[in-house]
């Protein structure tokens, strides 16, 4: 048993993780309060966060790219079920009504470098859209990527959004 540094209880030896740069091995907060502190600093610092990897990958372009590749080759299989993941919340997301040639005409239709959008996404945490004529629209391929998941709510698009 062990007392815990930061809630003050006492609890068995399981409940912290190790650490080798300490006497006895052992953490000095148990993993619930180690957990909470780590949920709070993600909290704090995850916009600055996102923005710091955003500048490294638009600073960085070309070797964000190799990195990309070289996990796909390292891992077929991780990004081959992404892809299944998406083709099948496509396939459930088409309704039976809706008609089919006219999003076949739509995707042949895109042109070069620009990408078909769902203006709702497929699969969004609060919504999903349809795979429907009136829910896709053109847009550049780097405003496409990044808009990613998310809907004009959560991400103005600076003119593309529709």
């Not at 299944?84 to 040639?101: D, G």
């Not at 239709?109 to 053109?138: F, M, T």
């Not at 990044?146 to 004009?152: A, Q, S």
Request: positive net charge; hydrophobic residues 30%.
């Amino acid at each position: 048993m062990r007392m815990c540094v930061k809630c003050q209880i006492l609890k068995p030896i399981t409940f912290f993780n190790r650490d080798r740069t300490r006497v006895d091995g052992l953490y000095p907060q148990c993993k619930d309060c180690s957990r909470a502190a780590c949920r709070k600093t993600y909290r704090v610092h995850h916009a600055k966060h996102v923005g710091l990897k955003r500048a490294w990958k638009t600073a960085n372009r070309e070797r964000h790219r190799e990195i990309s590749r070289a996990w796909q080759i390292a891992n077929p299989t991780k990004n081959r079920e992404g892809t299944r993941r998406y083709r099948l919340a496509k396939i459930q997301a088409t309704p039976p009504w809706a008609n089919k040639k006219s999003l076949k005409m739509f995707e042949k239709d895109c042109p070069p470098g620009w990408h078909i959008d769902h203006i709702e996404p497929l699969r969004a945490k609060d919504r999903c859209g349809l795979n429907v004529i009136w829910n896709l629209q053109y847009l550049p391929a780097d405003q496409s990527r990044r808009k990613g998941n998310r809907t004009g709510e959560n991400f103005a698009m600076g003119g593309y959004y529709l």
